[in-house]
């Protein structure tokens, strides 16, 4: 019965339309032949009323044609009514040529232009009519200010231009929306005074935001798509000051950019991944998905939050098989079950709960598997747990590392990707040392069948255990935020950014490399937290403190991301650079790895797991005499933060001698 109800609802549509349109047409029709009529009075009524209803076929039968009742009125773009009027000029073409080859009397081609043209006129001017009823019920008050419906929030929208227009638009049709755009706010005088879908455009920013206090505006929404990192900081920091709650109308940020074209923009918060200083990388992903397409992949430590993400975008190349490896079940099986729900029976995926310092249990998984790409992502990632953990720290890092090593070589892998991190330059702990040591292996390799690479960038924001959850929590309590020191820099990118990396990493050619993305400045944490708690609606050190803990064992207060700047040279990919330092041979990492072995098994203390690291690993030295010369660091000065700031605060308290 609900069937048969919504089949007849549907065809009242049509009718209702046709009714209105053969009331148009007809009027404009009968005008222009009554008239022709009168100057022509050997013209029968039985001549005119075969001309109309010809006309009047015609048109309607290419209309159809045209599918010109199939539209929605109430949504209707440009292109629905270019497809009106090329349909009338056709159906006038075909009403001239039966005219000419039918009838013994011809309308004149004036009076049959201007019949068809006014009857187009006035069935537009229903629809114009019709559709902007339908997005402004307050469409004879025109004259003033747009008022809000009832329990809708006024907004602002930052930008008149096509993306803010399409916004207010959609605002305005949807009966359901809770926001209702009163102002545009724009820079161009050409816009500024104007109105755009009744919506007055007043400007620019630089004299509005002094007065937007005094306006009916609640929020403000930015509508800027494809601004540049430092302008789009600019609009945020600048309307963020105004008091009013800011948005943005743009893609959500929690997926790598080739998935952004199936997700619909929406108004949301702005995230401080919109803050970030720069433009996010975005790579060739159809490359990406050709090279990895049929293949077999296996991920370890799949339930992490880099782990976990490639996961999701080697699902969407259509894998022959994806294989997730983790020693922690809770967080691989709701990988599991997402991966499930998005893809089906299409995916075909296999779990493996195994821990990467088994080798026994790594090459059993890889040899039933017989994976023919490896991304290894388990690994002991916080630094001031592994300083008080060194053992464990090396014993998973660098052995679990080695056995996966292992287990590729003899199943015959072809490419392998471990994940590195900055603080594997010149590292100050050993979490760091043993992420160059993992390196150092990974280099050694250059003999093997397999292709062995490493990928080294900073901290991620959002991942398990970062900063940026942190901060929120801490937010979200009431405060303070804590910060270990405020001259501490790192630098930052999204998961997205990261896994985009470690995947195009992946189908390169070069072998036993560290691959560095050109992550751009690094950034200050004290401003980090500090747009952290504007986002979150408060002002900084006013109603959020911040207060610094200082420096945890093993943390400096800059990282790196090149062991040498001489031994980086660029690739094809504006923002990969390889680091190409002279590889030890692969029999004295093994001597290395025999010697950290025996240390381990005699179950030698942190202290001396350190001291062992430090010989075996360049670079690696204490926390306090790196962060002693930092003023010297290239990345401050990067940053933009000079010597005298750096030393500003004093470096005693800390246990930093100077």
Same mark, same amino acid.
């Given at each position: ?13 049509? &009718? ?11 009027? &404009? ?31 309607? *039968? ?52 201007? !019949? ?80 755009? #879908? ?71 918060? *702005? ?8 433009? !996010? ?72 709960? !195994? ?141 997205? #950014? ?47 403190? *911040? ?39 692969? #029999? ?6 025999? !010697? ?33 010369? %930092?003023?010297?660091? %290239? ?24």
């Amino acid at each position: 019965m609900s069937g048969r109800g919504s089949f007849f609802k549907g065809k009242s549509r049509l &009718a209702v339309l046709l009714i209105i349109d053969v009331l148009s047409s007809s009027g &404009a029709y009968w005008f222009l032949l009554y008239r022709f009529r009168i100057l022509n009075p050997a013209v029968t009524g039985h001549d005119v009323f075969f001309i109309y209803l010809s006309m009047l076929a015609s048109v309607f *039968i290419i209309r159809i044609f045209f599918r010109v009742y199939l539209q929605m009125w109430r949504y209707a773009t440009s292109d629905v009514y270019l497809r009106m009027v090329l349909a009338d000029l056709f159906g006038g073409v075909l009403y001239f040529a039966i005219d000419r080859v039918l009838f013994p009397v011809h309308l004149p081609f004036p009076f049959a232009v201007a !019949a068809v043209s006014v009857g187009l006129l006035l069935t537009l001017s229903s629809r114009f009519v019709y559709q902007f009823a339908r997005r402004r019920p307050d469409m004879f008050s025109a004259a003033r200010l747009p008022a809000p419906q009832k329990n809708k929030i006024s907004v602002a929208i930052v930008g008149a231009g096509e993306m803010g227009v399409l916004l207010a638009s959609e605002l305005l049709m949807n009966r359901n929306s809770r926001y209702h755009p009163a102002f545009f706010i724009d820079n161009d005088r050409r816009k500024i005074g104007t109105r755009i #879908e009744g919506i007055p455009v007043i400007g620019p920013d630089t004299e509005v935001l002094e007065d937007i206090g005094k306006l009916p505006v609640q929020e403000i929404i930015i509508a800027l798509p494809g601004t540049e990192a430092m302008k789009r900081e600019q609009v945020f920091d600048q309307y963020m000051k105004t008091g009013c709650k800011v948005m943005i109308y743009d893609y959500p940020t929690d997926r790598m950019q080739a998935e952004f074209h199936e997700q619909k923009r929406q108004i949301r918060e *702005i995230n401080i991944e919109d803050l970030l200083f720069r433009d !996010a990388v975005a790579l060739d992903a159809p490359a990406i998905r050709d090279y990895y397409h049929g293949k077999r992949i296996l991920v370890t430590g799949a339930g992490g939050s880099i782990g976990s993400e490639l996961c999701r975008q080697l699902a969407r190349f259509e894998p022959e098989e994806l294989v997730l490896l983790d020693v922690y079940e809770n967080g691989v099986y709701d990988l599991e079950q997402e991966l499930k729900r998005h893809f089906g029976a299409g995916l075909r995926l296999s779990t493996v709960i !195994a821990n990467v310092c088994d080798l026994g249990r790594v090459t059993q998984a890889f040899a039933a598997h017989r994976p023919q790409v490896v991304f290894h992502a388990a690994a002991h990632k916080h630094v001031p747990l592994m300083e008080n953990n060194c053992g464990e720290a090396i014993h998973n890092n660098v052995f679990g590392t080695y056995n996966t090593v292992l287990a590729a070589e003899k199943a015959e892998v072809d490419r392998f990707v471990m994940i590195s991190t900055d603080k594997a330059v010149n590292p100050t702990n050993i979490m760091g040392a043993t992420k160059r040591l993992c390196e150092m292996v990974i280099q050694s390799r250059e003999e093997s069948p397999t292709d062995f690479v490493a990928v080294r960038f900073g901290n991620v924001l959002g991942s398990n255990g970062s900063v940026v959850p942190l901060f929120r929590q801490q937010i979200a309590e009431g405060g303070p935020v804590t910060i270990t020191d405020r001259r501490v820099i790192r630098y930052f990118m999204t998961i997205p #950014e990261a896994s985009q990396l470690v995947l195009r990493t992946g189908t390169r050619a070069e072998r036993s490399d560290v691959y560095v993305l050109d992550m751009g400045k690094p950034i200050k944490i004290m401003d980090l937290a500090k747009k952290l708690i504007s986002l979150s609606g408060f002002e900084p050190e006013k109603d959020i403190a *911040i207060r610094e803990i200082g420096l945890r064992p093993g943390e400096k207060l800059y990282e790196e991301l090149l062991v040498t700047a001489e031994s980086c040279r660029k690739t094809e990919d504006a923002r990969i650079f390889i680091e190409r330092t002279p590889p030890l041979p692969q #029999e004295e990492v093994d001597r290395m790895l025999r !010697a950290l072995r025996h240390a381990l098994d005699m179950k030698a203390d942190d202290a001396l797991m350190k001291e062992l690291m430090m010989r075996i690993v360049p670079g690696y030295r204490s926390a306090q005499e790196v962060n002693a010369n %930092a003023a010297k660091a %290239a990345e401050f000065q990067a940053a933009g933060i000079r010597a005298d700031e750096l030393l500003g605060v004093p470096l005693e308290p800390l246990g930093i001698p100077i």
